[in-house]
C-alpha cells in the first residue's frame, strides 16, 4: 500500500467496503432473494447471473461517483473470491450491465434489504441506547432521480403541470426510512412519488410501523404524529418519542417532578361531552378505550440558542414512557435533539451528494 491510500487494483478503501458487503449480505441471503421473487437466470452461462447483477446494484451505492464500467472491475475481483464470479467470464460493456439490470429488476433487491437491514449499533456505541430501548428514528426526505422515461411514469415532477415555470429538472422520489439513531443504518423503508394522493410522508410512513421492535424507541417528527398513526406504532409494543404539532390539544393532568406532564390523547373523532368524559377518566387513572383515547406523557421546552426562525419556539413532545424514574424528561429531549442532529443531517449531505452527481452527469 502507498501512502496515498492505493492498493493494486484501486484504493484500499474500496476493498473494505466490498469486504463489509460480503460480510453483511451472504450468498445465500441472494440466492434466496432471487428465487423468492421469480428473477432466476433464464439461461445458463451468462455473463451477468442474477446474483451477480444483485451485488453489483448494492456496489453502486457504494462508489456512487463512479460509471457503470469502473464499478464492476472493482467488483470482479472480490466476486471471485466469494466465488460468483468464473474465470472465463470478461468484463461486460455498459449495454450489458444495463441489460441485465432491466431484467432483474428491483425486486430482488427490495427482498435482500427486507431480510439483511438491521440496527448494527452494540451496547458500546455512543448514543445507541436509551434505558432498556433503541434509539430509532423515522424521516423522509425527496431524492432527484435521472429524468428517464421510467422514472418520469414512477415519480413524476413536482410543480403543478408541464408548463410551470417552477416545475423541477428531474424526477422526485420521497423515501421515508426508519433508521438506527446511532449508526444511521436503515432498517426499513418505503419509495413513492411526491406527487400523488397518498405519497405523503404519513402515507409511506404507516406502511413501516408493523417493522418496530418492543425493545425500541422510535423518534419522530412532527409531520408524522397523528392519531390513527400513533395507536398503529404502539400497539407494537414500541417506545414512542414523537413532537406534536403546536396547535394539539394536551390538556394537563398532573404535573411531574421532572417537568413534563401526564396527560390524554384523545380520537379527534370524540368530542363535547364524550372527549370531556375521556379527560375525567384519565385525571383519575382510569383504564381508557384504546380506540378513542391513551395515556401519554408530555415534555415541553425551548432551545434559546438555536439560529433563525426557530429561536424560542416551543418544542412540545409526547411519549408512551409514562413513568419519569424510566427516562427522564431532559433525557428524552437530548434524545430527540440528538435524533435530529444524526439523522436528518446526515440524510441532507447524502442527498446533496446525490444531486451533485447528477448535475454531473448531465
Not at 446474483?51 to 451505492?61: K, Q, R
Request: net charge negative; proline share 5%.
Amino acid at each position: 500500500m502507498t501512502q496515498t491510500g492505493l492498493v493494486a487494483g484501486g484504493r484500499l478503501t474500496d476493498w473494505i467496503s466490498l469486504g463489509v458487503l460480503a460480510s453483511w449480505v451472504p450468498r445465500d441471503e441472494v440466492d434466496d432473494a432471487i428465487e423468492a421473487t421469480g428473477k432466476g437466470a433464464k439461461r445458463a452461462g451468462g455473463k451477468l447471473p442474477p446474483h451477480v447483477m444483485v451485488y453489483y446494484a448494492m456496489a453502486l451505492a457504494l462508489f456512487a461517483d463512479d460509471d457503470y464500467e469502473e464499478v464492476i472491475v472493482k467488483l470482479t475481483e472480490t466476486l471471485q473470491d466469494w466465488g460468483c464470479w468464473e474465470d472465463g467470464w470478461l468484463v461486460p460493456t455498459s449495454g450489458g450491465i444495463t441489460q441485465a439490470r432491466q431484467r432483474l429488476g428491483y425486486e430482488p433487491v427490495r427482498e435482500v434489504f427486507a431480510h439483511v437491514a438491521v440496527p448494527v449499533a452494540d451496547e458500546d456505541t455512543p448514543g445507541a441506547f436509551l434505558g432498556p430501548w433503541r434509539l430509532m428514528t423515522i424521516d423522509g426526505f425527496e431524492w432527484d432521480a435521472p429524468a428517464t422515461s421510467g422514472n418520469i411514469a414512477a415519480f413524476g415532477f413536482a410543480g403543478t403541470g408541464k408548463d410551470d415555470p417552477q416545475q423541477a429538472a428531474f424526477p422526485k422520489a420521497r423515501v421515508v426510512t426508519i433508521g438506527e439513531c446511532a449508526s444511521h443504518a436503515v432498517v426499513a423503508a418505503a419509495i413513492g412519488p411526491v406527487t400523488s394522493k397518498g405519497s405523503g410522508e404519513q402515507s409511506l410512513g404507516r406502511s413501516l410501523y408493523r417493522q418496530l421492535e418492543q425493545d425500541w424507541l422510535l423518534i419522530a417528527d412532527r409531520n408524522f404524529c397523528n392519531w390513527l398513526d400513533w395507536c398503529a406504532a404502539a400497539d407494537t409494543g414500541a417506545a414512542l418519542l414523537w413532537r406534536v404539532k403546536a396547535d394539539l390539544r394536551l390538556p394537563v393532568l398532573d404535573l411531574l417532578p421532572d417537568g413534563s406532564y401526564r396527560s390524554v390523547l384523545v380520537n379527534p373523532r370524540v368530542t363535547g361531552k364524550a372527549r370531556g368524559k375521556l379527560i375525567e377518566a384519565a385525571r383519575w387513572g382510569g383504564d381508557l378505550d384504546g380506540d378513542k383515547a391513551r395515556h401519554v406523557r408530555v415534555i415541553e421546552y425551548e432551545v434559546p440558542d438555536r439560529e433563525g426562525d426557530g429561536k424560542g419556539e416551543l418544542i412540545a413532545l409526547i411519549t408512551t414512557i409514562t413513568g419519569p424514574p424510566q427516562a427522564p424528561a431532559a433525557v428524552l429531549a437530548h434524545a430527540y435533539h440528538e435524533r435530529w442532529l444524526r439523522h436528518e443531517v446526515a440524510w441532507s449531505e447524502r442527498s446533496s451528494r446525490k444531486e451533485d452527481r447528477l448535475m454531473s452527469a448531465t
